[in-house]
């Protein structure tokens, strides 16, 4: 059993990787992942999360080129958010790799309309980071593969991957051995608490 400490300092020293070696963890610590965020909780014990692992660096340029040309050939529209017109510019000069260069990626997925699909990912996420960290590699959570996700260059990619036509992107997960200095926790001064 783990303690309370352990866990707490577990949670505590995660950090989102944004820099990645290239060497491919073991196959059994990536399984272990993996197994992690099929034991997170969903709704109803519903467990229809799909979890999507790619390794092949082969695979993971292919769709580094599909999200550059989505992003590549959007216009910029009044109102975009910043984060996206920055992806289109950088798209538009040339290839954007949003998994930091990490040698796999995980995608969830989920049932299209389903009320739950985002939650019962968001969980698989968070446990699949913290079993991450717990095997010495890091991680950072992918939002631009939900965002973009019905765009029909990565439409097709994914159900060419294993993805099928009734479900959704809900989350992505980069992981690999981390290649950034660590860093301390940053003081919490957000996320308000409030007991009644």
Excluded: H
């Amino acid at each position: 059993m783990v303690s309370q400490k352990d866990l707490f300092e577990l949670i505590k020293s995660r950090r989102s990787t944004r820099s990645f070696k290239a060497e491919l963890p073991p196959r059994d610590a990536l399984e272990r992942i993996v197994e992690a965020g099929r034991y997170a909780p969903s709704g109803n014990n519903n467990q229809t999360t799909r979890f999507i692992v790619i390794t092949s660096q082969e695979k993971l340029g292919e769709l580094r080129q599909v999200l550059t040309g989505v992003w590549a050939n959007m216009p910029i529209k009044e109102g975009m958010p910043p984060p996206l017109v920055g992806l289109i510019q950088k798209a538009k000069a040339g290839p954007v790799d949003v998994n930091y260069g990490a040698p796999a990626l995980i995608i969830t997925a989920n049932k299209r309309g389903y009320v739950n699909a985002l939650p019962d990912c968001s969980c698989a996420l968070m446990n699949m980071m913290l079993m991450a960290q717990s095997e010495g590699l890091g991680g950072c959570w992918i939002n631009q593969y939900r965002l973009m996700g019905d765009a029909p260059p990565l439409r097709r990619f994914m159900e060419e991957a294993g993805l099928p036509e009734d479900e959704e992107i809900c989350g992505a997960l980069a992981l690999g051995y981390i290649d950034q200095p660590a860093s301390e926790p940053l003081p919490r001064k957000g996320n308000p608490v409030v007991y009644v």
